[in-house]
């Protein structure tokens, strides 16, 4: 499909249609590359309680691992633009794709904006698709995964850290104790050399993962001028700019 602006919606029939121009006018006057619908802002995101906890668990975890400032970060109601179609791979297929389209709209600088939606209520006898469980644990993977891929260090710093407890763990049990056939200090050892290597590896995709995030940014600068520079004056009424992480200063301790 060839288009200026695309727009994702549920087949639920909660999303208000009529809405779908206060989506479009900021990705249409060059003001945003991706508009979120946000419920979050609006009241609440979710006529069942454990859908509005997941919703709030899974965007305070974003907030704390990647710096992702977002109240409704599983809104499947938005509108894209054509450079971020174009240029943003996906790899998800359920409900865990909205984490990842947010995630990396926010990593490689697109911008983002959030608007005010209110979801109707479910038509009676609507068989809701969503499993709780076995979608949260599919979300809660792709934040792992998308965890492992922005900010290599600190995923293997924090593997290679238990690791590390575990072998000195096994290591300071009793002469002689094993783990079925295999002996604790030997598997205290490999816990530890496993530890090491976790922090090898996190290190070097990490200066990997940097100098192709400036090469992405060198490319895109250069194709798409209009993505950058998206300020605080530029808010319209209603509208909230969501901040992108390297657009602030205290990243690290985020």
């Not at 174009?86 to 984490?99: D, I, Q, W």
């Not at 407890?165 to 490999?190: E, H, K, N, Q, Y």
């Not at 200066?207 to 300020?231: M, N």
């Not at 602030?248 to 301790?253: H, K, L, P, Y």
């Amino acid at each position: 499909v060839d288009a200026d602006v695309y727009v994702l919606a549920d087949g639920d029939d909660q999303t208000p249609y009529a809405r779908v121009h206060e989506l479009l006018a900021p990705v249409a006057d060059g003001r945003a590359d991706m508009v979120v619908g946000s419920r979050a802002l609006a009241g609440r995101t979710s006529e069942k309680a454990v859908n509005d906890l997941g919703n709030a668990i899974f965007s305070t975890i974003l907030r704390l691992l990647m710096g992702v400032r977002m109240t409704d970060v599983l809104s499947g109601y938005r509108a894209l633009s054509r450079n971020l179609v174009k240029g943003l791979p996906l790899a998800a297929r359920n409900f865990e794709v909205e984490v990842e389209l947010t995630v990396k709209t926010t990593q490689r600088s697109y911008r983002l904006v959030e608007v005010p939606i209110e979801a109707r209520p479910r038509v009676a006898g609507g068989a809701p698709r969503l499993r709780v469980l076995h979608d949260g644990f599919r979300i809660l993977w792709a934040i792992g995964l998308l965890y492992r891929d922005y900010r290599p260090m600190s995923f293997f710093a924090a593997c290679g850290s238990l690791l590390l407890a575990a072998g000195l763990g096994l290591g300071a049990l009793p002469a002689g104790s094993a783990i079925g056939p295999v002996p604790t200090g030997f598997a205290g050892v490999l816990g530890g050399i496993a530890g090491i290597l976790a922090f090898c590896t996190g290190a070097i995709l990490s200066v990997l993962s940097r100098r192709f995030t400036e090469l992405e940014g060198k490319v895109d600068i250069a194709t798409q001028p209009a993505r950058f520079g998206l300020e605080r004056s530029h808010e319209r009424a209603g509208e909230r700019v969501v901040e992108r992480p390297h657009d602030r200063t205290d990243d690290a301790s985020a």
